[in-house]
C-alpha cells in the first residue's frame, strides 16, 4: 500500500469539518491533526475523527510534520495562513476564494515558487461528472464557435447566517458577498469554460440583509473570443434554487443546473436539419426544487464531501508525480480578479478590464 499523506486542517468550522470528512474518506490521505483558535471548536473536530487538536498553527507543524495543511479559516486570512503553512514545509490546500485581493495573492505564489511548495485552490465542481464532459467537449471544439455564457446563482442566506460569524458579509474578511462567497464556483466553471473574461460591467446592491458587501449582483461579461456572458447572483432569492451554467455555440448547447448535466445537444447528434425556428423542446420537471434542497443553494452545510475528495487526490497525485494541480494557485486567481473587477465596475458605473496574467 501506497504511504499515505499526512494532513492537517486549518480551522475547524463548516467547511473544516467538510475537509475532514473527504480527507477521511481517501486510501492515500491521513488527517492527523487539526488547529483553531476557539479551543472548543478544534477539540470538537479533533474528538470526532481521533486526532490531535491544537490552538496554535506553528506548534502543529513543529510536532506533526505534515504533508499537506487545508486551510479552511476566513477569507480575508488564507493568504497569511497559507504562507504560514508553506513556510512551515507544508504543501496547501486553500479553499475558496484563494484570498480577497490580488496583492495578497501575488505574495502567495511567490512564497509557493521561493519554497518549492504545492498550493491548489479548491474549486470542486470543476470536478463533478457534468463539468468535466462539457470542459472536453469544449476542448474539442463540439460547440462550434462559443457566443453566450451565462451563470446563475439564486440562492438564499438568513439575517441568521450572517450574524453567526463576525467576519460574515464584510469586506475585510469575507472579502465581498454573494459574488466573492457564494458564487465564486460558478464564476470558476463559467471561465474555465467559456474561456478568458477580457471586460466586465456590472451593478451590485444589498436590498435584503444587513451586512456591508452585496447580496443581488449582475454583471454583463465580454470574454476574449468575443463570447458575451452574464452573472447573475443573489444570496436574498428565498428558498433558494439550483446553480444553472449555461454554455451556447453555434453548433451546440449545454445546461448545468444543480451540478447535474440537463441538456446537451450537438448539430455533431442531428438525422434532420434544425428549422428556423430551432428544434429544442424544453421538458418540464420539478427535480430542480428537490435537488436544491440537498446543496448548498439553501445550506451550506449542506454542501457534499464527495468532490472535494476528488480534488484533493487531485493535489495528492500532484505531490507524488511532482505535477500541478488542475486548479493551481494561477487557477484559483482568474475567478477572484473577475469579481474584483464586478466590484470595480458597480462602484464606478464603468467598464473594467481583467488583467490577461496567467493565461
Not at 263 to 292: M, V
Request: aromatic share 6%; hydrophobic share 40%.
Amino acid at each position: 500500500m501506497t504511504e499515505q499523506l499526512r494532513f492537517g486542517i486549518v480551522g475547524c468550522g463548516v467547511i473544516g469539518a467538510l475537509h475532514a470528512k473527504a480527507i477521511r474518506s481517501l486510501p492515500t490521505a491521513q488527517l492527523v491533526s487539526v488547529v483553531d483558535v476557539i479551543p472548543e471548536r478544534a477539540q470538537k473536530l479533533a474528538q470526532e475523527y481521533s486526532v490531535t487538536p491544537y490552538v496554535d498553527a506553528q506548534e502543529m507543524y513543529a510536532k506533526e510534520h505534515l504533508d499537506v495543511a487545508t486551510i479552511c479559516t476566513p477569507s480575508g486570512m488564507h493568504g497569511a495562513h497559507a504562507i504560514e503553512a508553506m513556510q512551515a514545509g507544508c504543501h496547501v490546500i486553500v479553499e475558496k476564494p484563494m484570498e480577497i485581493n490580488l496583492a495578497t495573492i501575488e505574495k502567495m505564489l511567490h512564497v509557493q515558487q521561493e519554497t518549492g511548495r504545492k498550493m491548489a485552490v479548491i474549486s470542486q465542481h470543476r470536478f463533478d461528472s457534468a463539468t468535466q464532459q462539457v470542459h472536453k467537449l469544449v476542448d474539442e471544439q463540439e460547440f462550434g464557435r462559443l457566443v453566450l455564457g451565462n451563470a446563475v446563482i439564486p440562492w438564499w442566506r438568513s439575517q441568521q447566517y450572517y450574524d453567526s460569524g463576525a467576519w460574515r458579509g464584510t469586506w475585510a474578511l469575507d472579502g465581498g458577498g454573494v459574488l466573492m462567497n457564494q458564487s465564486i464556483h460558478s464564476i470558476d466553471l463559467l471561465q474555465w469554460l467559456m474561456g478568458h473574461v477580457k471586460s466586465v460591467y456590472a451593478y451590485m446592491d444589498t436590498l435584503t440583509h444587513r451586512m456591508e458587501t452585496e447580496d443581488v449582483a449582475g454583471a454583463v461579461l465580454r470574454f476574449a473570443n468575443g463570447a458575451i456572458g452574464t452573472i447573475t447572483a443573489t444570496t436574498s432569492g428565498y428558498p433558494g434554487t439550483s446553480t444553472r451554467i449555461e454554455i451556447y455555440g453555434d453548433k451546440g448547447s449545454a445546461i448545468i443546473e444543480g451540478d447535474k448535466l440537463k441538456h446537451l445537444h450537438l448539430a455533431r447528434d442531428d438525422k434532420e436539419e434544425i428549422g428556423f425556428y430551432g428544434g429544442i423542446k424544453p421538458k418540464a420537471t420539478d427535480s430542480g426544487a428537490q435537488e436544491s434542497a440537498k446543496t448548498g443553494a439553501a445550506d451550506p452545510a449542506a454542501i457534499g464531501s464527495d468532490t472535494h475528495a476528488l480534488q484533493i487526490d487531485d493535489m495528492i497525485r500532484a505531490i507524488r508525480d511532482n505535477g500541478t494541480p488542475l486548479v493551481d494557485g494561477i487557477a484559483g486567481r482568474h475567478p477572484v480578479e473577475i469579481i474584483l473587477g464586478i466590484y470595480e465596475s458597480a462602484r464606478t458605473g464603468k467598464e473594467v478590464i481583467i488583467s490577461t496574467a496567467g493565461f
